[in-house]
């Protein structure tokens, strides 16, 4: 990938992953979900310093999966 796609792809994944952490805040969930969906973010955060474009897809799967009202259960 050339620096300046790579670039672009991180600033989206990175206004994605604010997004996504802002909508996990605000979800009326159990705790034990919104941790579970907190640690997902954090993966995908360390994903993506080493495979932006699984990290990107990743965060696409969660945040159509927060879309589409499926959440994952609480520990």
């Known amino acids: ?3 300046d796609n790579q ?11 604010k997004e996504a952490h802002a909508r996990v805040r605000a979800l009326q969930v159990p705790e034990g979900v ?21 990290a990107a897809r990743r965060l696409d799967l969660l945040m159509k999966d927060l879309d589409e009202g ?3 259960e609480g520990d």
């Open 70 to 72: 499926r959440f994952p």
């Open 1 to 3: 990938m050339e620096p």
């Open 34 to 54: 919104r941790m579970t969906l907190s640690r997902k973010l954090l993966v995908i955060t360390a994903a993506a310093k080493h495979d932006l474009a699984d």
């Open 7 to 17: 670039l672009a792809l991180y600033e989206v994944v990175a206004d994605r992953l």
